[in-house]
Each structure stands twice: as structure tokens, then as C-alpha cells.
């Protein structure tokens, strides 16, 4: 599962920008200029990182400016940290795994991203959704059933979540195809109206919480949610740094009567290893010390717990920036 990270950076995008070497905070009268990278304005990481860079913003010295990129989104966040073309940026965390190792969705690895804290909403959670006619229990029944597989198109999270579930079974696509069945990488529109209409069996996606998409697929109740076996899900979680312990949760989809076990990821902030290790630890101290501005900012948001923000599963396991690790030992909160 391979990614030309070189797709990925246009336009604008692809303009270098000024790094923070030679810029420590303790120089207080000195100011710092920021750049954050998130995704589309109005969207929800275009949100988050608003509200990050307002709190920032506030906790440097006088003059200081944190500028949000209104770009590139999951994958390309961390090639634009690495590269140095962001200072920082949002990043789900399994995707900074992926990144920092060069793997599943990226060609190369991005060895100067650091973790500067992580969990801060409900995480993304690998969802396996059938219809309820198609005598489909787990992935598993895939080898035999001839199922018709629908997902996104290829190069994005959801669809390499796809692949992976499907590999911990011991399939690919191939093998769907091969007992009759059909596999379809379509945009999630389509892929969500073929489940309503009968012409596809199961859907694999990334789901966030109350997805409003999902939320429509599952009323009438001719959907339900399946989930991988414990085995299947730890091998996962091993290898591609997934969040173990998650759950669609009862309740959050109709017909959903009981937590459905999965795997998945949240938010959190990445940065240039380049970045002075004062100015990762005012980031943190900002974030972390006023964690009420940052659950106000969107719905999302309202788990955020800077108790677990150093955790290293809520941060894809990769290194903490020692500005980062300076604050969470300092607080009694290293991982």
C-alpha cells in the first residue's frame, strides 16, 4: 500500500516557508511565526486548528503569529511537517505511523515529524457495515460468500482501513474476486447509496462518531455493524499503530443495541523535529492547560483529556518532541 507523496503537494502547498531554528522562547521579546497545517476551511480540522492557533498564539511572546493552512489533510499534513513546509499540523495519529515508517499509504518515510499531543477527538474507528440479508457474520464468511465489497477510491485512509481488515482475514481484493464476488472503490456517496440500494453487501470505511452518512445508511435497520475478531484487531493495532479498545458505541447508529469492538484512530498535533524545544513546550502548556477552550471549539472536541495527551497510542507511537516530553514529564503526565 503505497502513496507517491509527490501527488500530493500543489499550488500553494508546495511554497517552502521559514523554519523556527534559531528562535527560542526564552528570548521573550522575540516573536515566532507559526504555520499549522490542517484541511478545507470550515471543516472540522480547519476548525481545530483555529482554535490551536488562537490559544498558541496567545501563550507566545508579543508579535508572535500562528498562520493556518487551510491544507493538505490526512496524508499530506505529514509530508508537509517533514518536509518543514508547516511547522505543525493535524494528523491522525495512525497516519503519523504510516508516515514516520514509510508505509501503507506513503512511499518514503517522514523521519523529522514529532508527536506533540494527541487525542484530541472522539478517534476515527475502522467500520465494517452488511446488510442484513446478506448472511454475512464476519470478514471471514468473504472467503466463500462471493460478497460485493464496496469502499473509497484508493489512496485514503478509509480505503487502506479496507485492505487491512481484509488482510487480517488473509484477503485482498483479489481474493474476494476470486470466489465470485465483486470489490467497487467509489466516492462515499456512491459507496453509501450502493448499501441502501442492494447493489453492494458490505462497506468498509473510517467512521467518526455519529457520522451523519452512516447515521442515514442505518435507518430502516437493513444495515448492522460486525466487528474484526480480538486476534485480528491486535494484529492491527501492532502493526499500524491503530487504537485498540475502541467501539461503535450503543446507541450512536440505529440498531446499534450493543458496543461493536474496533480499531482506530484520533487527532492530534505534529511537528518539525527543527522546532526549538521551548516553543514545542509553550504548544503543549497552551493546549494542555486549557483544555476547556479547545472542547468549546467544536462538538468533536469535548473528549479531549490532557491526561492521555502524551500517550503513545493516541499518538501513532511516534516520538514525542522533547519540547513535548520536557512537558509531560515535567507534569507527571509522560506516558
Known sequence: MKFNRRTIIAGGAAMMVGSLAGVPLSATTSPVS??????????SWYIY????AELVQENLPDGSRVEVLPYQGGVGNPILVNRGEADMGLSFSALSNWAYNGKVVFDETAPDIRALFGGLNRPHRLGIVV???SGIDSLADLKTTGARLVTVQRGG????????????????YEAVQKTGGRVSNVDLPVAIQQMRDGQADVFIHNI???????????????????????EQMQALADQYGLQPGLAIEVGEFEGVTEDVPSVGY????IANAAMEDDVAYAIVKAVCENPERIREAHASLATFDPA????????????????????????????
Do not use: C, W
Not at 462518531?209 to 460486525?226: C, N, S, T, W
Not at 520536557?326 to 509522560?334: H, I, K, S
Open 34 to 43: 507559526l504555520k499549522i497545517a490542517s484541511f478545507n476551511v470550515g471543516g
Open 49 to 52: 486548528a483555529t482554535a490551536i
Open 131 to 133: 446488510r442484513t440479508d
Open 157 to 172: 485512509a478509509g480505503e487502506a482501513l479496507a485492505r487491512m481488515a481484509l488482510e487480517a482475514y488473509g484477503l485482498d
Open 208 to 230: 467518526g462518531y455519529r457520522q451523519p452518512d452512516v447515521m442515514e445508511l442505518a435507518l430502516g435497520g437493513k444495515v448492522k455493524f460486525i466487528a474484526l475478531g480480538d
Open 266 to 269: 484520533p487527532t492530534g498535533v
Open 308 to 335: 492521555k495527551a502524551g500517550e503513545a497510542l493516541r499518538n501513532g507511537n511516534v516520538p514525542l518532541h522533547p519540547g513535548a516530553q520536557r512537558y509531560f514529564e515535567g507534569t507527571g503526565l509522560a506516558n
